[in-house]
T-cell receptor, first 113, second 117 residues
Framework: AQTVTQSQPEMSVQEAETVTLSCTYD???????LFWYKQPPSRQMILVIR??????QNATENRFSVNFQKAAKSFSLKISDSQLGDTAMYFC??????????FGTGTRLKVLA | EAQVTQNPRYLITVTGKKLTVTCSQN?????MSWYRQDPGLGLRQIYY???????DKGDVPEGYKVSRKEKRNFPLILESPSPNQTSLYFC????????????????FGAGSRLTVL
């Protein structure tokens, strides 16, 4: 069975610094999709970034980038120039396109002024 | 505005009193699904629907029912709620679940906080 593991329940970072959130997953599928979602205090789930497993290139969205290591089954999120508005819960998620989505337990990130 | 709308946003009920949480999307998405979010457990999939009249169980379906009679609506039914169903519930939809180009990105509703006493 596929699993998604986020081993850092809580993290903090100083404003303007860089932070990396870890995510590992387990699957026997060759093609799949990975996501990072952000959940601010408003509770709304917001897509941060998406990666397709067959693409070698790491996805990037402005200050957010991923380090996708397919062989190691690792999908970490790097946030550069952290801002107060980045304070949120971050969830890593996986789907192989077979209708099931699997989420990690989340990492609560606090950006300090 | 493209969105997923779920109601109610907050609900307090008592054990055994049937309730329905509605979910509607205006994006003509084929795929819809329900999740519950609990502290330390992340989001867990309850049920999903691939299209009208096609539904299947997720990882935690016990105590829940769903139906998909129209493409836009996917209500979650708790026939006899119990305290262990106290949770934050999310409905989400996507165009479909495979393929490239972002078609499988989930759009979430705002969440429904349910308390069962």
């Amino acid at each position: 069975a596929q699993t998604v593991t986020q081993s850092q329940p809580e993290m903090s970072v100083q404003e303007a610094e860089t932070v990396t959130l870890s995510c590992t997953y387990d699957t026997s599928e060759s093609n799949y999709y990975l996501f990072w979602y952000k959940q601010p205090p408003s509770r709304q789930m917001i897509l941060v970034i998406r990666q397709e497993a067959y693409k070698q290139q790491n996805a990037t969205e402005n200050r957010f980038s991923v380090n996708f290591q397919k062989a190691a089954k690792s999908f970490s999120l790097k946030i550069s120039d952290s801002q107060l508005g980045d304070t949120a819960m971050y969830f890593c998620a996986y789907t192989s396109g077979t209708y099931k989505y699997i989420f990690g337990t989340g990492t609560r990130l606090k950006v300090l002024a | 505005e493209a969105q997923v709308t779920q109601n109610p946003r907050y609900l307090i009920t008592v054990t055994g009193k049937k309730l329905t949480v509605t979910c509607s999307q205006n994006m003509n998405h084929e795929y819809m699904s329900w999740y519950r979010q609990d502290p330390g457990l992340g989001l867990r999939q309850i049920y999903y629907s691939m299209n009208v009249e096609v539904t299947d169980k997720g990882d935690v379906p016990e105590g829940y029912k769903v139906s998909r009679k129209e493409k836009r609506n996917f209500p979650l039914i708790l026939e006899s709620p119990s305290p262990n169903q106290t949770s934050l519930y999310f409905c989400a939809s996507s165009l479909y679940t495979g393929g490239s180009g972002g078609a499988n990105v989930l759009t979430f509703g705002a969440g429904s906080r349910l308390t069962v006493l």
